[in-house]
């Protein structure tokens, strides 16, 4: 079992930066970011493999950056550019092979925007 902790959320302005954090409690193999707006549907964001291969979201390249620190087993989401439509509760995911889906999720942190 894996936990999930999420940081750094919070309240910041258009064009500003935020940067989230996601501590895992063992070993993950692939780690993600995902978000949830109020009345929408959870939206996938970014991913990252242990070897560093990222993936992101259309909506969000460019703007936001994944990393991961695995002597820390520490996921970041830089966030660059933020916008109104980038508010919403994001999640951090994990899971332990490549052939599996995210089987590990963070309580989720708030993520707003003003503008």
């Known amino acids: 079992q894996v936990q999930l902790v999420e940081s750094g959320g919070g309240l910041v302005q258009a064009g500003g930066p935020l940067r989230l954090s996601c501590a895992a409690s063992?070993?993950?193999?692939?780690m993600g970011w995902f978000r949830q707006a109020p009345g929408k549907e959870r939206e996938f964001v970014a991913s990252?493999?242990?070897?560093?291969?990222?993936i992101y979201a259309d909506s969000v390249k460019g703007r936001f950056t994944i990393s991961r620190d695995n002597a820390k087993r520490t996921v970041y989401l830089q966030m660059n550019s933020l916008k109104p439509e980038d508010t919403a509760v994001y999640y951090c995911a994990a899971n332990l092979r490549n052939t599996e889906g995210y089987n590990y999720w963070g309580q989720g942190i708030q993520v707003t925007v003003s503008s």
């Open positions: 063992g070993y993950t193999f692939g």
């Open positions: 990252i493999t242990y070897s560093g291969g990222t």
